[in-house]
């Protein structure tokens, strides 16, 4: 489906989002017209989703960033649908993730200090249904976030 | 820090969908002028607020099926140093994340592979042998939803 000159299109593109499709061209050394076909070729397959811009939650005065990991009452037959649900309204909830494990759902939860984190947490996420237990871990620092994939 | 207003989160939101669009483009969405927008963007980025840009990939499609979330526990803290597996662990292709966390354990890592086999790979040959590495747990990614955050 994709050959060599496809992946490093995409591991140029994936180290830095802000090159044009013209320097990209160059640093794969293929010409720009040429990159660009490719480009929407992976596109339209649906390989390359688009180009997000990166939010610096710090610097808009959230400091505090903690993972909730957290087991539902299984005997809910709604439970997951319910929970989602009810978690998607929290405007501080900036990840859902489910898993096949010890841990059902994971909320990223972002606050912009311990108290504002501690209110979300009694008045959003402790009234949120079929919580069967919460873990809280909250980050000290990110050491690697670029979520590469290993092209 | 700077405090937004209506259209500096409307920029902010359209901006993670796309970053891509023009100045010209998203002003005429959101019925400001392109010397407007273009200085809305600029004073977000002159804050750090708005933080580079990311290329959204399909990993599936890319032939990435399995990605797991670990927690692992160092076993020797005060012997081996932090950053030494920092260090060790960023290097290591296949962890897209790494945090730094304080709970029930160290530091939590975002770890895709192609199946679970090559999973296990990773995980015997790369993560285990990682300098101080104590207990691990596992937990494999079923669905994930990223929000938009308080900008909504």
Known sequence: MLDDVDRRLLRHWQSDASLSPAELAERVGITSGKAARRLARMQ????IEGISAV?????????VEVSLRITLDKTQARAFDDFIEAARAVPEVTEIQTFLGRVDVRLNIIARDMPHYQDIYRRRVLTLPHIADIEALMQIAQIKDEEALPL | MIDLDDLDRALLRALTRDATQSAG????????????????????????????????????????????????????????SLEDFERAVSAIPEVQRVEHILGLY????????RDLPDFERVLRRRIMTLPGVGEVEANVLLSEERRAGPIA
């Open chain 1, 44 to 47: 339209e397959i649906g390989v």
């Open chain 2, 106 to 113: 160290d530091y939590r890592l975002r770890v895709v592979a």
């Open chain 1, 55 to 63: 939010i610096d939650w710090a610097a808009l005065g959230y400091a």
């Open chain 2, 25 to 80: 483009a998203l002003g005429r969405r959101l019925g400001l002028s392109q010397p407007a927008t273009w200085r809305r963007i600029r004073k977000l980025e002159m804050a750090g607020i708005l933080n580079g840009r990311r290329l959204r990939l399909n990993a599936e499609k890319l032939g990435f099926g399995v990605t797991v979330f670990l927690g692992v526990k160092l076993a020797t803290k005060g012997r081996v």
